[in-house]
Nanobody, 115 residues
Framework: QVQLVESGGGLVQVGGSLRLSCAAS????????MGWYRQAPGKQRELVAA???????NYADSVKGRFTISRDRSKNTLYLQMNSLKPEDTAVYYC?????????WGQGTQVTVSS
């Protein structure tokens, strides 16, 4: 089993920054990719950013140039640096880990951007 624990969410003003962290533990073998998704009220969950095991990064158009995904392999931790936050970034952010033997989700962390 794999456990993913997100942290770093909170309330921030427009234009502010937050850094999300996702600590992975458990039966981690061969990771294909890790990523951040978000879900706003009444909307479907969407990909925000992902990073493959080879280091290739992919971003949603809405966050390009503002968000940066990174991974510390030694700590099995995934990060999402979010700058220039907008009200439309308000959502629950979920960490995802995809490996050969399964796909796993964290419990989510709330990000609220106030104007």
């Amino acid at each position: 089993q794999v456990q993913l624990v997100e942290s770093g969410g909170g309330l921030v003003q427009v234009g502010g920054s937050l850094r999300l962290s996702c600590a992975a533990s458990g039966s981690i073998f061969s990771i294909n990719a890790m990523g951040w998704y978000r879900q706003a009220p009444g909307k479907q969950r969407e990909l925000v950013a992902a990073i493959t095991n080879g280091g290739r990064r992919n971003y949603a158009d809405s966050v390009k140039g503002r968000f940066t995904i990174s991974r510390d392999r030694s700590k099995n931790t995934l990060y999402l640096q979010m700058n220039s936050l907008k009200p439309e970034d308000t959502a629950v952010y979920y960490c995802n880990l995809d490996q050969r033997v399964g796909n796993y989700w964290g419990q989510g962390t709330q990000v609220t951007v106030s104007s």
